[in-house]
C-alpha cells in the first residue's frame, strides 16, 4: 500500500534557527484513513499543518503528498481545507462562496446550483443562510460553509484545523458522520484538534506532538479496549443497598471490571459503548442503578495531563 503522507526528519526553524517549531519529525499516514493529531500550544500542530498546505517551507528533511512535494499544483488539485479561522469574504452570501471557491477549483464556471445546494444541504446549513452574507453568520454557520467549501472538490485529502469549533452537539455528531462517509469514499483526512474525545470516537490514529516531535502514536481502536473506563456515581440515600458485592457481580456479568469502588463512586474498566449500557443494565436489574454513569478521561486526554504534569515538574 502506497503512503498517502509521509515525513521524514521534517525540522522547520524560526528566528534564525533559534526556534525549532518542527524537530525531525517523522511520520506516515496511510491512505482513507482519519489521522488525528494532537498537542500542547506551541508544539508544532499548526506548523505541520502549514507545510501540508505548502504555505511554509521546511528548513530539512522530507514531506510528501501521495509521493509529490506539497505544494505541487496536482495536489492542490485534489486537497480540500477547512482553517480554524474563518475569515472568508463577508460581503459574500454562503451560495456566493460556493460559486466563488469553484472558481478557485477550476471547475466550470457555471457550476451547477444543485451541487453546491446539495453540499449545503449536506451540512445542514439552514436554506435561508445560502442568501445571507457570511458576515451575519454565527461561529456554527461559518462552520458548516467551510465544510462545504472543503468538500466541494470531492478532495483525496482533508485536512481540518478544530473542525468541530463552535459546533453544538448536532453539529458535532453531523461533522463525525460526514467524515466517515469521506473515510468510505477512500478519502485520507488530517485532524488538527484539541477536542480529545471527539477524536478517540473517529480517528484510526492518533499522534502526540511535543516540541516538534511525535512523541506517541496510538491506534485508537486498540486505545478503546485498553483505556475504555466508565465512572459510575450513587446518591447518598443509596449507602444501604449499594455494596461491592452486588457491584462487581453486576459488572462482572457484563463482561466488564471493578477498577475501584469506593461508596458513591466507581470506576469500571469497560470496551465499547454496548458493555457500557450492559452495566448499566445490568445494576438496575439488581437495584443498584447509579444516579449518574458518565466516560471518564480517555487515554489521549491522560497523555495531555501526564504532559502537563511532567512540565510543571520541570522534567524535560
Same mark, same amino acid.
Request: with cysteine; net charge neutral.
Given at each position: ?75 492542490? &488539485? ?8 474563518? #475569515?472568508?469574504? =463577508? ?15 477550476? $471547475?466550470?464556471? =457555471? ?31 461559518? $462552520? %458548516?460553509?467551510?465544510?462545504? *467549501? ?5 478532495? %483525496? ?19 463525525? *458522520? ?19 474525545? +471527539? ?5 484510526? %490514529? ?8 511525535? +512523541?506517541?502514536?496510538?491506534?485508537? =481502536? ?14 447518598? @440515600? ?6 461491592? @458485592? ?12 471493578? *477498577?475501584?469502588? #469506593? ?14 449500557? %450492559? ?12 444516579? +449518574? ?5 480517555? &487515554? ?12 510543571? &515538574?520541570?522534567?524535560?
Amino acid at each position: 500500500m502506497s503512503t498517502a503522507i509521509s515525513a521524514v526528519d521534517l525540522t522547520k526553524e524560526f528566528a534564525s534557527g533559534r526556534v525549532k517549531a518542527l524537530n525531525k519529525l517523522t511520520l506516515s499516514i496511510e491512505p482513507g484513513e482519519i489521522f488525528g493529531i494532537i498537542g500542547p500550544n506551541g508544539a508544532g500542530k499548526t506548523t505541520f499543518m502549514s507545510c501540508l498546505l505548502g504555505a511554509l517551507y521546511p528548513t530539512s528533511g522530507t514531506l510528501l503528498i501521495d509521493g509529490k512535494n506539497p505544494d505541487d499544483i496536482e495536489v492542490h &488539485r485534489w486537497l480540500g481545507y477547512l482553517p480554524e479561522r474563518l #475569515e472568508f469574504t =463577508k460581503w459574500m452570501t454562503g451560495m456566493e462562496l460556493m460559486k466563488f471557491h469553484a472558481g478557485l477549483l477550476n $471547475q466550470p464556471a =457555471k457550476t451547477p446550483d444543485t451541487k453546491i445546494e446539495q453540499l449545503l444541504e449536506r451540512v445542514q446549513l439552514d436554506r435561508p443562510a445560502w442568501t445571507r452574507k457570511i458576515k451575519n453568520y454565527s461561529r456554527g454557520m461559518l $462552520q %458548516r460553509v467551510g465544510m462545504a *467549501q472543503a468538500l466541494l472538490g470531492e478532495p %483525496r485529502l482533508l485536512l481540518l484545523d478544530e473542525p468541530s469549533s463552535g459546533l453544538d452537539p448536532v453539529g458535532v455528531k453531523l461533522f463525525q *458522520q460526514l467524515l466517515r462517509e469521506e473515510k468510505a469514499k477512500g478519502t485520507t483526512i488530517v485532524i488538527n484538534s484539541h477536542q480529545l474525545d +471527539q477524536l478517540e470516537k473517529i480517528c484510526d %490514529r492518533v499522534a502526540f506532538i511535543k516540541s516538534g516531535i511525535v +512523541q506517541t502514536l496510538e491506534v485508537m =481502536k486498540d486505545t478503546v479496549a485498553r483505556d475504555g473506563l466508565l465512572a459510575l456515581k450513587w446518591s447518598l @440515600e443509596a449507602n444501604e443497598k449499594v455494596t461491592s @458485592e452486588l457491584v462487581e457481580k453486576a459488572v462482572a456479568d457484563a463482561g466488564a471490571t471493578v *477498577q475501584t469502588f #469506593e461508596f458513591p463512586t466507581a470506576l469500571v474498566n469497560i470496551s465499547g459503548e454496548e458493555m457500557s449500557a %450492559r452495566v448499566i443494565s445490568n445494576l438496575a436489574l439488581a437495584g443498584v442503578a447509579p444516579a +449518574q454513569a458518565f466516560p471518564n478521561e480517555g &487515554r489521549l486526554e491522560s497523555i495531555f495531563l501526564q504532559s502537563a504534569t511532567s512540565d510543571s &515538574r520541570g522534567t524535560p
